[in-house]
């Protein structure tokens, strides 16, 4: 609340709302304290519906074990889950919702422990920067969902959250192809191996590969990746290699050329396509003056300032 409104209030109104809380916090300890464990439990599923859901949970952990194996056992520990979930304590959430099938592998709310529990994994998943491993439990519990409730209406609510988490964990494979491709050849002898740049192009194929159904954006700045990284290593081969990988990097080009006809990076692909036929044709020889040799650090800048323009428009 505003210290303004504060200050504008009727003074009746805030001791009336000050004589509520104190009341609902008087009730909510004698429930507490209360050994009637049937009132606990209807107290808590009336604190879930309106609202309080903390509170709830808490009071769902406390019965769990008094209530285990009686009528409400079963929904108490679904109940205790979905109170962490709306609290938004995803961790705890995910825990109990495993808890329950586990415990109800038949029970009436094991779709939903199945579903939810996925949903808090993926609640909770990390910033593409960091270790993955969660996102990864993710994407299993929902495919372990799908596979034990093939008939279920929320099947494609769960393949979309494992394409939107299987688009984490391909775009920390390209942040990962990017680093190799920005070092370059700064750390060992690009001439004798060009290290980075070949770290860049399998990493960046194996994320092809491996996520088929990544979003087509992810899977373009891959393949265009690739193509860049290819081109820099024909460029930096010793002679005897040379012919061999700009081949490569003309086949690459083919590749992304008919999966991208009208990629913006298209230019790019071109001008890389084009230099790479002139030094096949020469069987390989690149002239030192050569000033036909596409600069892609212009193409990048040009693609930035196009999106610049786009984003003042």
Request: net charge negative; hydrophobic share 35%; aromatic share 14%.
């Amino acid at each position: 609340m505003r210290p303004d409104m504060c200050k504008s209030s009727n003074p009746l109104l805030l001791l009336l709302s000050a004589i509520f809380l104190t009341a609902s916090c008087s009730e909510y300890t004698a429930v507490l304290k209360s050994n009637d464990y049937e009132y606990r439990y209807e107290a808590a599923k009336t604190l879930y519906a309106e609202g309080h859901y903390r509170q709830a949970a808490e009071l769902f952990g406390m019965l769990l074990a008094p209530l285990k194996g009686t009528i409400y056992g079963e929904e108490c520990l679904y109940m205790l889950g979905e109170s962490n979930l709306k609290a938004k304590d995803y961790e705890s959430a995910a825990m109990f919702f495993k808890k329950y099938y586990q415990s109800y592998p038949k029970g009436h709310y094991m779709e939903l422990a199945r579903y939810n529990s996925g949903y808090a994994l993926y609640k909770q998943t990390p910033d593409v920067r960091l270790d993955q491993t969660s996102t990864m439990e993710a994407i299993t519990e929902f495919q372990n969902f799908m596979d034990y409730c093939p008939g279920t209406s929320l099947m494609q609510q769960a393949q979309d959250i494992i394409y939107a988490l299987q688009d984490k964990l391909v775009e920390k494979e390209l942040l990962s192809a990017k680093l190799y491709y920005d070092l370059g050849d700064y750390i060992g002898n690009a001439t004798y191996g060009g290290s980075n740049y070949s770290a860049c192009v399998v990493t960046a194929q194996n994320a092809l590969k491996d996520y088929p159904y990544a979003s087509a954006a992810l899977r373009e700045e891959l393949a265009i990746l690739s193509l860049r990284a290819k081109y820099h290593l024909a460029r930096k081969s010793v002679e005897e290699r040379r012919m061999e990988r700009f081949r490569d990097t003309i086949d690459e080009y083919y590749a992304f050329a008919n999966d991208y006809p009208e990629s913006r990076y298209l230019k790019e692909a071109n001008s890389i396509f084009e230099y790479s036929e002139r030094i096949v044709e020469r069987k390989g020889i690149i002239l030192q003056d050569d000033d036909n040799a596409p600069d892609l650090k212009t193409f990048k800048a040009e693609q930035t300032d196009k999106k610049h323009n786009k984003a003042q428009q």
